[in-house]
């Protein structure tokens, strides 16, 4: 693991999942399913598609700041993404784990 974020809340509208995290860390999981949740981890195994979004690293919490990767499965577009800049597209195998958090 490369940094501990911490859950501060989590809603769901319409089949997409967004879960906010302590640094302003924000993660959208489009139509997720197949959840698995015990003592020690959350785990999706699917989803169509997954956005994490944050700041860089001890910089400034401003807009030119803002990283995002956008993990898209079979060509969904994840309509999550309000600005294209600093967007790392990246194309996810469908059978890969959607998400784990422990």
């Not at 399913?33 to 195994?45: A, H, L, V, Y």
Request: net charge negative.
């Amino acid at each position: 693991m490369d940094n501990y974020h911490q859950i501060i809340k989590a809603n769901n509208q319409k089949n997409l999942l967004i879960i906010h995290f302590d640094n302003n860390e924000i993660l959208h999981i489009n139509a997720p399913s197949d959840f698995k949740i015990s003592q020690e981890t959350f785990t999706i195994k699917k989803s169509k598609g997954l956005i994490w979004q944050w700041y860089l690293y001890g910089a400034e919490q401003v807009n030119e700041n803002i990283r995002i990767l956008n993990y898209i499965v079979n060509n969904e577009k994840n309509k999550s993404i309000i600005s294209q800049e600093n967007v790392l597209n990246i194309i996810a195998d469908e059978n890969e784990m959607a998400l784990e958090i422990c």
